[in-house]
């Protein structure tokens, strides 16, 4: 069985490795890794293949940066040929970028089925260009893989078929859980000078919350406010940068709130794990903070990944600084809110992923 493996956005590459991993491990199964270009810087791209020993992609496309419809267009184009010319009997495609929504389009129209992992979130939310990626791919998908129960209710109710759906469980936290005694060993707190749960640490890069300079400055503000009770530690990425530079001095970056370059896999798992709050708009922070028991502000009025809310740590705020600022002093204050791991997020998801694969293409 040839499966062509999709990865194209930061956020997909510890989704593919622990299948690649798993792949590897049994004789039925051959792959092509596929690299569409969606993200292309170093910091963005790159480090995460050594992270999280992922091999070269077989096939790069290039694609980088553009409108939504020119970049979807643009790896729906090149991957048309990579299917003639590479015939996979399966396209596995991860999580909900771009590059997820491209290629299975790409594959459902060559009648490959398509087999989606982290299907059925759904946030409601179609200002959300991830929300549209996931409904379209979910809809294409021969294999709906599901992280948690509800998302089996989402695609019962979008009338996906029973016999599509798998819950299989997270395979971001296979990632998670298979390098966090690596990641134990980064020197990056020592590096930024900060002290195992003596800071924040910060993620934005929502086009809702970081587009749009009035909304991002609020959030700034509130970071700002924070950043005179502990250090708050801010890997911006690109999307994000752009904003603060055409601020130009616009919005005021205090002291004691330090914006780095994006961190690679090991170096974010360390300091996600040791920081005493994480402020955030990404999913994948979400559900990693839920298996670490780290406290988590959420800069989101909804989540696709609501048992975060129901029985993790995560709190949702929306980007209003008096909310982001009382959460903060709410959790700095109290003890620790009790917190469970959602099932099947154990480390053992590609597993189960491949088992089930096996005995759909049997040799
Ligand atoms: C994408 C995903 C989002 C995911 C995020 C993680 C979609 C619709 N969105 O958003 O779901 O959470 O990745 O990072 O697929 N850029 C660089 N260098 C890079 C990559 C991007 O400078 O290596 C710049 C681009 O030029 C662009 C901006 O960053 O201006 C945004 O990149 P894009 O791929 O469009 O989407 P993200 O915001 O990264």
Same mark, same amino acid.
């Given at each position: +069985?040839? &499966? ?9 590459f ?10 590897k ?6 792959w092509?890794?596929v690299?569409?270009?969606q ?5 963005m ?16 496309l ?9 970049q979807?267009?643009?790896? +729906?184009?090149?991957?048309e ?10 396209v ?15 594959? &459902? ?9 982290e299907?059925?979130l759904?946030s ?12 379209v791919?979910?809809i ?19 009338g996906?078929k ?6 299989v469980?997270?395979?971001m936290?296979?990632s ?20 195992p749960?003596g800071?924040?640490l910060?993620t934005l ?6 587009d749009e300079?009035g ?5 700034m503000?509130?970071l700002?406010?924070?950043?005179r ?6 890997p911006?990425h690109?999307?994000t ?24 896999y ?5 300091? +996600? ?13 979400q559900?990693e903070?839920t298996?670490l ?5 959420t800069?989101r009025?909804?989540?696709?990944r609501?048992i975060?809310?129901e029985i ?14 009382d959460? &903060? ?8 809110? &009790?917190?469970?791991?959602?099932p099947l ?17 049997p040799?």
């Open positions: +069985m040839k &499966a062509a493996v999709i990865v194209g956005a930061r956020p997909n510890m989704k593919a490795a622990p299948l690649i991993r798993e792949f491990k049994r004789r039925r199964f051959d092509v890794l690299h569409t270009g993200h292309y810087d170093e910091n791209s790159r480090v995460f293949f050594e992270d999280l020993e992922l091999p070269e992609p077989d096939i790069h290039g694609v980088g940066s553009g409108s939504h419809a020119e979807t267009a643009k790896i +729906m184009i090149a991957f040929s990579v299917v003639a010319r590479e015939r996979p009997d399966l596995v495609v991860v999580g909900d970028v771009n590059s997820t929504l491209a290629c299975s389009l790409v594959g &459902a129209k060559a009648l490959v089925p398509v087999a989606h992992v299907a059925g759904r409601f939310d179609l200002a959300m260009p991830e929300e549209i990626n996931r409904m791919t979910d294409l998908s021969r294999y709906c893989f599901t992280t948690s129960p509800e998302a089996e209710t989402n695609l019962l109710r979008e996906v029973p016999d599509r759906i798998f819950f469980g997270n395979i936290i296979d998670l859980l298979f390098y966090l005694a690596k990641a134990e060993e980064s020197r990056v707190l020592d590096e930024l000078g900060a002290e749960g800071y924040v910060v890069h929502r086009p809702s919350n970081v300079s909304v991002f400055a609020g959030i503000e509130a700002a406010g924070l950043a009770q502990l250090p708050v530690i801010f911006v690109p999307r940068r752009k904003t603060i530079e055409s601020a130009r001095g616009a919005i005021d970056i205090p002291e004691g709130l330090k914006l780095i370059e994006p961190l690679g090991l170096d974010f798992v360390k300091a +996600m794990r040791h920081a005493r709050i994480v402020v955030t708009d990404s999913g994948g922070i559900e903070t298996v028991g780290v406290p988590c502000i800069v009025e909804n989540t696709e609501p975060t809310v993790g740590t995560n709190v949702l705020v929306g980007p209003d600084p008096g909310r982001i600022r959460e &903060a002093a709410r959790i700095l204050a109290g003890p620790a809110r &009790a917190h469970r791991v959602p997020w154990d480390g053992r998801t590609a597993e189960r992923i491949a088992d089930i694969l096996e005995q759909q293409f040799a």
